[in-house]
Structures are given as structure tokens and as C-alpha cells.
């Protein structure tokens, strides 16, 4: 199985736990994974797709500069505002 078929299947704990080793493709997949989502909420609370897509990539970049700081014990990554 190839990696990036492998992180698809990896649970969020997972993905966050290789990308404090490096894994540039778990930031990738955890991305794609949550980004819709993400933009969805906050294109209906701003109701501007431009505003929106700002947030998106605010939050991500969060979730990528503080990745280090997530503890499972404290929730998931889905339910979890302790990533930025």
C-alpha cells in the first residue's frame, strides 16, 4: 500500500502524531479531511466565501504551527480547540 493510500486510512491521532516527525502528507490528508467542513461553518457564520477561505487557512496554519502542543487525552482532533 502506498503512503499517501495508507494516511487516508490513519486515524486524526495518527496523522497528527507523524506530522511532529515530519510528514508533510498527514498535514495533506488531515487537510482534506476537515477543510470542507471547516470553510462550511465559516462561510455561514461570516456569510463571505473570501472571509471564509481567510479563516480556513488561519485555522490550518494553526493546527500546523502548534501541531506539537495536541494531547489526545484531552480530546479529539475533530472536537479539539487545544490545536490553535
Known amino acids: 500500500?502506498?503512503?499517501?493510500d495508507k494516511h487516508?486510512?490513519?486515524s486524526d491521532d495518527d496523522l497528527l502524531r507523524?506530522?511532529?516527525s515530519g510528514c508533510t502528507e498527514c498535514f495533506a490528508?488531515?487537510?482534506h479531511r476537515y477543510c470542507r467542513g471547516v470553510f462550511?461553518?465559516?462561510n455561514r457564520i461570516l456569510r463571505d466565501p473570501?472571509?471564509?477561505?481567510?479563516?480556513?487557512?488561519?485555522v490550518?496554519?494553526?493546527i500546523f504551527q502548534q501541531?506539537?502542543?495536541y494531547d489526545s487525552s484531552r480530546g479529539s482532533v475533530r472536537c479539539s480547540s487545544r490545536l490553535y
Not at 500500500?1 to 499517501?4: L, N, S, V
Not at 473570501?50 to 488561519?58: F, H, S, V, Y
Open 1 to 4: 500500500m502506498a503512503d499517501h
Open 8 to 10: 487516508g486510512l490513519a
Open 29 to 31: 490528508t488531515l487537510f
Open 60 to 62: 490550518f496554519l494553526a
Open 67 to 69: 501541531q506539537e502542543r
Open 40 to 42: 462550511s461553518i465559516a
Open 18 to 20: 507523524e506530522m511532529c
Open 50 to 58: 473570501r472571509e471564509a477561505e481567510d479563516i480556513l487557512q488561519e
